[in-house]
């Protein structure tokens, strides 16, 4: 099995000042289109997902998380529910708005997406500030469940994104 932190380091790219100056972009993209490098990927964040205990459904956040959430539901058999940018889900929504390193944005899941106490996994590919993260943390607890924790492959401890999680179990599989 190839170490999933050798095949990241070689194959994750940094492209500086994009999409905009003084940022650093982690570009997965190329990690993902590598056989062993998906494979490992996977593997990895499956391992951590089960370290956090029974998860009833995983989550992820549009776009990059979407790559992601899915593989970790299948492996752990349980449902996926998608975390969207505003506009894009049709029935009735729970709604939050967030600023992250660049942007600022809302997400939304559907107010039936989750049943009372179900316990959520949320995945994403990058934790930078925090804000994407604690807002999907604010959705999917205004919908009554419980956030089991959430896994990243890239965390940015420079920004601070960790202390924005406080109380929610964090797992990254990488740090730059
Ligand atoms: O910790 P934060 O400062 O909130 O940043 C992390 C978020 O930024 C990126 O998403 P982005 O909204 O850029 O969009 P994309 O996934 O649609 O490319 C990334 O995929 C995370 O969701
Ligand atoms: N530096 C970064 N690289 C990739 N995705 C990000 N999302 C927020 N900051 C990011």
């Known amino acids: 099995m190839t170490d999933f932190k050798q095949v990241a ?37 499956v391992d951590a997902a089960r370290a956090l205990g029974p998860i009833d459904v995983v989550a992820g956040v549009e776009a990059r998380g979407f790559l992601l959430a899915p593989l970790i539901a299948e492996a752990l058999g349980t449902g ?23 942007a600022e944005a809302v997400i939304e899941i559907h107010a039936d997406a989750v049943t009372e106490g179900a316990r959520v996994l949320i995945v994403d590919d990058v934790l930078a500030t925090g804000g994407t993260l604690a807002a999907a943390v604010r959705l999917f607890e205004r919908a009554g469940a419980e956030v089991a924790g959430a896994v990243v492959l890239i965390e940015l401890p420079a920004l601070g994104g960790r202390d924005a999680l406080a109380g929610v179990p964090l797992t990254a599989l990488l740090e730059y």
């Open 80 to 102: 996926l529910v998608p975390v969207r940018k505003a506009g894009k889900l049709p029935a009735a929504r729970i709604t939050e708005a967030y600023a992250l390193e660049y």
């Open 9 to 45: 380091d070689r194959l994750i790219r940094a492209i500086e000042d994009w999409p905009e100056d003084g940022v650093t972009f982690r570009d997965i993209t190329p990690l993902l289109a590598h056989p062993e490098g998906l494979a490992a990927t996977v593997k990895a964040l």
